[in-house]
């Protein structure tokens, strides 16, 4: 298009601004401004430098796409490859996805476990940026670990609540080192973001204890919860299977056998038992005897009618043949 003049195109800056206020008063729409204004001067749209360069305000930095355009790796590209390359059908959901892909595995592992533990995306606003969605779902798999957030819609939202906060603190942090670094800071502004920031700081407290989030309120914080053998328990009860097959393992391992029969011996010599002892030792374990017996017979049970099916099912796959 503009190869007798070098690849610039023959307008001057304050015209192209001009042209892309015009495209923006048309269409009401950023995106299909700056969409146009490539169409027209050749240049190449690419998705991941508009929306880095769009403020939180929806306007677009112009001069900072124009200059990141000029890279070398954009160089040989125009508005005939961006069509190519499928830039203008991108959008928000499939920038952010791209960008979430650029993250540490860390990261990534943090807001996988998060929305499995929410049930969706709570931070899926055109609003956040990248790198505080980033921050909020570190912040927010922190608090999914709390006792009953799963089963308590109630918590969900108010550990979603709490990440917020915390992200508005960071933003107010910010804020402050700026005003901090400035020769003359405006005191009048610090002391408002501090009041604001310890505003934020009191409702995430209050949240915290009303929902027993915090280790100080928790009654689940219980002795032992951290411990290898809780945890294995939890996992089991969740139904992950995998753990069924090791405990399995562990259990009838000879080893393990061995330091049973050492600690039952033990607790026996230590204690001094009587008649009545013994009876309820006796019949407790009948009871758990009894238990283990209606479990086998359930179980063989199942597994007599699984092997009917199967036999059905090769029968019918042999009749249809």
């Known amino acids: 298009m503009w190869k007798q003049s070098d690849g610039l195109a023959t307008i001057c800056r304050d015209c192209v601004g001009k042209i892309h206020r015009e495209y923006i008063d048309t269409y009401k729409d950023e995106e299909k401004a700056i969409k146009c204004l490539c169409a027209l001067l050749d ?8 929306f880095s360069n ?21 160089q040989e590209r125009n508005f005939e490859t961006s069509l190519a390359d499928g830039e203008l059908g991108k959008d ?28 969706y995306d709570p931070f899926d606003a055109d609003e956040i940026t ?6 909020c779902f570190n912040m927010l798999a922190g608090y999914c670990d709390s006792d009953g957030v799963r089963d308590d819609s109630s ?12 992200l508005q603190c960071r933003k107010i942090d910010k ?28 409702s995430i407290s209050t949240i915290v204890k009303d929902n027993g989030l915090s280790a100080n309120y928790n009654d689940g914080n219980r002795v032992g919860k951290n411990t290898l053998s809780m945890k294995m328990k939890e996992i089991a009860d969740v139904g992950f299977e995998k753990i069924r097959t090791n405990l399995f393992d562990i259990h009838t391992a000879e080893a393990m056998r061995q330091v049973a029969d050492i600690s039952n011996r033990s607790i026996l010599d230590q204690l001094s038992l009587d008649d009545s002892d013994y009876v309820d030792m006796i019949k407790e374990q ?6 283990k017996i209606d479990q086998c017979e359930e179980l063989e049970e199942e597994n007599r009618c699984l092997k009917n099916k199967i036999s059905e099912l090769e029968s019918y796959k042999i009749k249809k043949r």
């Open 175 to 202: 804020v402050i080192n700026e005003e901090l670094m400035l020769k003359m800071p405006n005191e009048t502004k610090l002391r408002a973001l501090s009041e604001t920031k310890g505003k934020f700081l009191n």
């Open 43 to 50: 240049w190449p749209y690419v998705a991941t430098l508009y």
């Open 286 to 291: 009948r009871e758990m005897l009894q238990a």
């Open 92 to 119: 928000t959901e499939s920038i952010r996805d791209w960008r979430a892909s650029k993250w540490t595995k860390k990261d990534t592992q943090n807001m996988t476990y998060s929305i499995s533990v929410i049930g």
């Open 54 to 74: 769009l403020g939180d305000d929806g306007v677009l930095d112009l001069a900072g796409y124009y200059r990141q355009i000029q890279m070398k790796q954009y």
């Open 155 to 166: 918590k969900i939202q108010a550990i979603i609540q709490i990440t917020q906060l915390h």
């Open 130 to 135: 990248d790198e505080d969605r980033k921050y």
